[in-house]
């Protein structure tokens, strides 16, 4: 599933399954063409045959016959509708766990660089293209079939009156959808952006609410929200509004154009009575044919109205998807990691952040990393972790050398502590056992004594089950980085990288944490610390100092 084409966008996310349920689609929406055909052509034979006579000269076979035609039309239209939702509803679903796959496809890099309101933008606009896009045009797919056989059927009946009802409606169709068309385009490009601009809003109001009462900026917030969201609702309204023009009018001047069709047939030789058949068929043909048309208009200006939104859809599709393989086995790690004059610029940044950085890391060594803010040493731990690769120089692990193929399998030797570390809104013992589809309690209450939270969480109402909140907003700084330190004890790592994991610890907690990284040291984890503390510092092999984009020991 992937280019920015939006109709490859629309069969990417159908899939096999989806494309077999389109095909079935396709073939039952034949039916229904057959059998609007068949009620029509039904009628017209009993009309034809009844001609003149009286309530006791009813043909009943051919009675029975437009019953029965008709309520096959009615059983297909049923399954049409079932069909169809299905089709849209499972596809709308598939679209988006596309969408999700390939933001957690992304490398750390292009996330960090990424806004992430688009993924949560994605939900809105799969439920707009669900509504507005998709659903109206399978229907108006289905309509052109059913309404292909109508005609089909007044063709049979009477061709000429046919051919003059068709080209009447034909026209009409035409020229209501080049009407709306240039104003239709023009709304739909901006909407996908309007509703990231929505959700970026609204994410900007959560995560910055206590900035915003400390700057007396509530109001003003608020206001910008408004006028954002003035625009979508704006724009929204315009697009249905011109969606909802030309069903309007073709039903209007279309019931119009079958009227003076029905009049001339019954102005022709023969008079009224000769008429009659054409007449009942194409009375019928207003009732069924008027509708599928307006779905059929329907469908080709929602199309276009959500053309912003497809694209939008289409970009974020654009991506590699996830890989499906298994997990690969973790690189063998038993002697050193080694960097090897490494280079590394962020994207758009002319002056690279590290320039020619050799060093060495053993196997079972405690390395702090320091140096002034924006040195380089988050960059360089990231380097170390594989989440970025450098631009020169290269990365080795017991001498292999890092890229491409062996990035995951070496990360599987890596646990990391951020200085803010992401908490799940979930419980306690489940922020530890992080991703654990099975968490084992014992473990837990082990690495939760480990850095001196034990007591803390037995003495909550709700021990380990109780919950942290939105990013563990329910706790203190200090309490989330030992949530976090015992999240990555619950499932150690020979590498543990902590990028100041210890700033928010006070001496007590900051001992505890100490002891737990003498106890993985003494158990051969290699420790990569960024730290300032002393205390931290104090215990470390080695400090490598970052100046000037180089390394320098000490
Ligand atoms: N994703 C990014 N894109 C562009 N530049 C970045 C990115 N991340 C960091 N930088 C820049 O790279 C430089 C090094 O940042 P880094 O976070 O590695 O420094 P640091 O030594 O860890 O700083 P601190 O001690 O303040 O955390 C900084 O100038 C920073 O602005």
């Known amino acids: 599933m992937s280019g920015d084409n939006p109709l490859r966008l629309l069969t ?14 396709g073939m039952l929406t034949l039916v229904g063409g057959v059998a609007e055909f068949a009620s029509l052509a039904a009628l017209a034979a009993l009309f034809r045959d009844w001609l003149g006579g009286t309530a006791a000269d009813l043909p009943r076979t051919r009675l029975a016959l437009f019953a029965g035609a008709v309520l096959v039309a009615a059983a297909v239209r049923l399954l049409l509708l079932a ?27 292009a996330h960090a660089e990424a806004r992430s309101s688009g993924p949560l933008a994605a939900m809105e606009l799969v439920e707009q293209w669900l509504f507005s896009g998709l659903m109206p045009v399978l229907q108006g797919a289905s309509a052109a079939v059913l309404g292909a056989g109508i005609l089909i059927g007044l063709l049979w009946v009477d061709p000429i009156a046919a051919l003059a009802a068709g080209a009447l409606l034909g026209g009409l169709f035409v020229l209501t959808t080049l009407l709306v068309r240039p104003a239709l385009h023009r709304g739909s490009d901006t909407l996908g952006h309007d509703y990231e601009a929505r959700v970026a809003a609204v994410q900007d109001h959560v995560g910055a609410l206590r900035e915003l009462i400390l700057a007396g900026a509530r109001g003003v917030a608020a206001e910008r929200f408004r006028a954002i969201d003035r625009q979508l609702a704006d724009n929204r309204t315009r697009l249905a509004i011109l969606n909802g023009v030309p069903r309007i009018l073709v039903e209007s001047l279309g019931l119009v154009a079958l009227a003076l069709v029905a009049a001339w047939v019954a102005g022709r030789p023969g008079g009224l ?19 599928q048309l307006q779905a059929v208009s329907a469908a080709v200006n929602s199309w276009r109205a959500t053309r912003g939104v497809q694209q939008r859809l289409a970009a974020m599709l654009a991506g590699p998807d996830l890989d499906g393989t298994a997990r690969p086995t973790p690189l063998p790690f038993t002697d050193d990691i080694a960097l090897e004059d490494v280079s590394f610029a962020y994207q ?7 320039e020619g950085v050799s060093l060495t890391i053993r196997k079972g060594e405690r390395v702090a990393l320091v140096g002034r803010s924006g040195s380089g040493k988050s960059t360089l731990a990231d380097l170390v972790m594989g989440l ?51 968490p084992d309690y014992v473990r837990i209450v082990q690495a939760a004594r480990q850095v001196g939270l034990h007591e803390l969480i037995s003495g909550l109402p709700r021990g380990y089950e109780t919950r942290v909140g939105e990013r563990g907003q329910l706790l203190s700084g200090g309490q989330r980085q030992r949530l976090a ?17 210890t700033s928010a610890l006070d001496p007590q907690s900051e001992a505890h944490v100490l002891a737990a990284l003498d106890a993985l040291q003494a158990a051969g984890t290699t420790l990569l610390l960024i730290a300032h503390r002393p205390a931290i510092l104090a215990g470390c092999d080695r400090l490598v100092r970052l100046e000037g984009g180089r390394a320098v020991e000490g």
């Open 12 to 25: 990417g996310a159908l899939g096999r399954e989806g494309r077999r349920r389109l095909v079935l689609l």
């Open 83 to 109: 069909a169809n939702q299905r089709l849209a509803f499972e596809t709308g679903h598939r679209l988006l766990v596309a969408v999700q796959r390939r933001v957690l496809a992304r490398d750390w890099q």
């Open 273 to 291: 009575a000769a008429a009659l058949p054409t007449l009942g068929a194409l009375a019928l043909g207003a009732q069924r044919l008027l509708p």
């Open 348 to 354: 758009g940044r002319a002056q690279p952040v590290l």
């Open 388 to 438: 970025l690769a450098p631009d020169r120089g290269r990365l080795l692990v017991d001498g292999v050398a890092l890229g491409g193929g062996n990035i995951e399998a070496w990360q599987r030797n890596v646990a990391h502590v951020p200085q803010a570390p992401f908490l799940a809104d979930d419980s306690i013992a489940r922020n530890i056992a992080f991703m654990d589809d099975a």
């Open 485 to 501: 330190l015992a999240r990555a004890l619950y499932a150690p790592a020979p590498l543990l990288v902590l990028d100041e994991a």
